[in-house]
């Protein structure tokens, strides 16, 4: 080698020495997950970011899921978006409405060149989430579905068999009524989101039509039918129930007053969501717990089809550096492993919702160790979803949850029939929904 070929030689090696390695692309992850699920969040934040060197995904938790959808819409609209936003399930008419805002889970993983099979997930799952052409809009994450859980040890007590949880309405009636009788509890049963719950989640078990345009699937353009008999029958045994003793309003939005009464063992049975799950037993130490699915009444439907889901996805947002897609799109094809979403379901509560992460847990044991930890996904799973236990899709629904509270403590006040009260949310739910159509 002569001396000038020498000199560049070893100048080029000393450059390359020299310059620091380049810094990993950083990308925003707004979510609305505080408490042990946040912290959870954050590590597997973490297992990615060490799995690579390229991306670093930063998780910035932004309060309650409504403060996080709304202040991502601010932040679009002020050109400061995250990257990924995480949005609860009933955010989803809203997102789908936005836009040139959204950058679809799809296209973003075609486009980017990452593996997209979207029949892994459970059916449920991939129906709510999907467009009127069956294309998944954004990455189901944390999905639940609600379920009962009830106190053993007080049906012991009361002379009910503890391994043998009511299935139908009039057996969660009866049983309250001899718990009651018996003095094991001063309460039968109380429930958490009488929205999703008692409403939302009666509707699709029962096989009834939410609204017109398969329960908002279908178009801006549909209006709430589920003023029917079933709902309002059921408003109306809560109502009795209540005056009754046997039923405690657990309060309204999320019910926040229904677990306490549950833990207390005033109540023997509580209705929530299987996300629950860790909550309940690290709560309810001083006595056995049951797991079960919600009931139904037999008299109208001889077997219950599917329950619908609640939970959130993560919505990719349009406007960022192109870079940072990419590294999004293997954030999303790393939280699709198995090993992954097993361990977050298996810590959370919250559902598995891929096939491969449900095989995984079965094979590892956990459901043996855990018995009642897949009430939630074998009641979601139990039947092919109908058009009416597909889900809901509506804009404007975080308002008309608000209604649905509002309505029923003016029945459980005694201030309106259960018609009344049931006919006057599907007429102001209806209102939020041509607001909404109007505005997109």
């Not at 020498?6 to 020299?18: D, E, I, K």
């Not at 018996?182 to 989640?201: D, L, M, P, R």
């Not at 109502?239 to 229904?258: C, I, M, R, Y």
């Not at 860790?278 to 089809?305: H, R, S």
């Amino acid at each position: 080698m002569n001396k000038i070929a020498f000199f560049l030689s070893a100048g080029l090696t000393s450059l390359s020495l020299s310059v620091p390695a380049m810094a990993a692309t950083k990308i925003q992850w707004w979510h609305a997950m505080g408490g042990e699920n946040g912290a959870k969040l954050e590590q597997i934040a973490k297992g990615f970011n060490a799995s690579q060197a390229d991306y670093e995904i930063v998780p910035v938790y932004k309060g309650t899921y409504d403060e996080t959808l709304t202040g991502a819409i601010a932040a679009f609209r002020a050109k400061q978006q995250p990257a990924i936003v995480q949005v609860y399930e009933v955010g989803t008419g809203t997102m789908m409405a936005a836009q040139g805002a959204v950058y679809p889970v799809y296209q973003l993983m075609k486009d980017q060149g990452e593996p997209w099979d979207q029949n892994k997930f459970i059916a449920p799952v991939v129906g709510y989430y999907s467009d009127t052409s069956g294309n998944v809009l954004s990455l189901p994450f944390n999905s639940s579905t609600p379920i009962m859980y009830y106190n053993k040890d007080v049906f012991k007590k009361a002379g009910l068999d503890p391994e043998t949880p009511p299935k139908t309405w009039a057996e969660v009636e009866a049983f309250s009524r001899t718990i009651i009788k018996s003095g094991a509890a001063k309460c039968g049963f109380t429930s958490a989101w009488i929205s999703w719950i008692q409403t939302e989640n009666l509707n699709a078990l029962h096989d009834k039509p939410y609204s017109t345009k398969a329960n908002g699937f279908g178009g801006l353009d549909a209006e709430f039918t589920f003023n029917n008999d079933l709902t309002i029958r059921h408003w109306g045994n809560l109502k009795k129930w209540q005056d009754e003793g046997l039923f405690k309003f657990g309060g309204p939005v999320g019910g926040d007053n229904a677990p306490p009464m549950f833990y207390s063992q005033e109540c023997a049975m509580y209705m929530n969501s299987s996300a629950g799950r860790a909550g309940v037993i690290n709560n309810a130490k001083a006595f056995k717990v049951g797991f079960a699915p919600l009931p139904y009444y037999d008299d109208v439907i001889k077997q219950p089809l599917n329950s619908i889901i609640g939970g959130a996805t993560l919505w990719t947002l349009k406007g960022r550096p192109e870079e940072e897609y990419k590294g999004v799109a293997k954030f999303y094809t790393y939280l699709q492993k198995p090993e992954v979403q097993a361990d977050w379901h298996q810590f959370s509560g919250y559902l598995p919702i891929t096939e491969a992460a449900y095989k995984l847990s079965q094979e590892q044991g956990y459901y043996e160790k855990n018995p009642g930890a897949d009430v939630g996904i074998k009641q979601l799973t139990r039947v092919t979803p109908t058009e009416n236990s597909k889900g809901i899709r509506f804009g404007n629904y975080v308002q008309v949850r608000g209604i649905i509270d509002d309505e029923f403590a003016a029945l459980l006040g005694g201030k309106k029939t259960a018609k009344e009260a049931v006919d006057s949310v599907v007429a102001r739910g209806n209102e939020q929904l041509r607001d909404f159509e109007s505005a997109n």
